[in-house]
């Protein structure tokens, strides 16, 4: 019971501690946005824009967790976030666009891997070769 109450009460100063840091990356974006206008925001719309993105990215989380339960994965993937992204059009061709890079850089650096055992595997077996002469 007692190590029920404290995980609760750990899960809970981590949602504080997610609520806190999501706040403030939001006032630091309204200040910026209200340097740029010209026109400040109230510490009560701050407050409101923070909770409504807290809400948000928790929908988001949970949605992101059934796609991929969905499809019977216990992982989430980019298919994901692109299913998730699929209302905003702008949103989605970017997330392809840094997804599609993502893999591209991945696929090279397999191949230069590859490249650089296979050279490695060549040093070696000449190696083996001269040493089996001698």
Request: glycine content about 2%; proline content about 1%.
């Amino acid at each position: 019971m007692a190590e029920e109450e404290a995980e609760e009460q750990q899960r809970f100063s981590y949602q504080q501690r997610l609520r806190a840091a999501v706040h403030y990356t939001v006032a630091a974006l309204c200040q910026e946005v209200a340097s740029d206008k010209g026109m400040p925001f109230s510490k009560q719309s701050v407050a409101a824009v923070s909770e409504v993105t807290f809400r948000q990215c928790e929908n988001f989380a949970k949605d992101l967790e059934m796609f991929a339960r969905h499809a019977r994965r216990s992982t989430i993937n980019t298919e994901d976030v692109k299913l998730l992204a699929r209302r905003s059009n702008s949103l989605l061709k970017y997330i392809t666009e840094k997804s599609e890079e993502i893999a591209q850089f991945n696929t090279e650096q397999k191949a230069k891997k590859k490249k650089k055992l296979e050279e490695g595997n060549k040093t070696l077996e000449a190696a083996e070769v001269v040493e089996s002469e001698s």
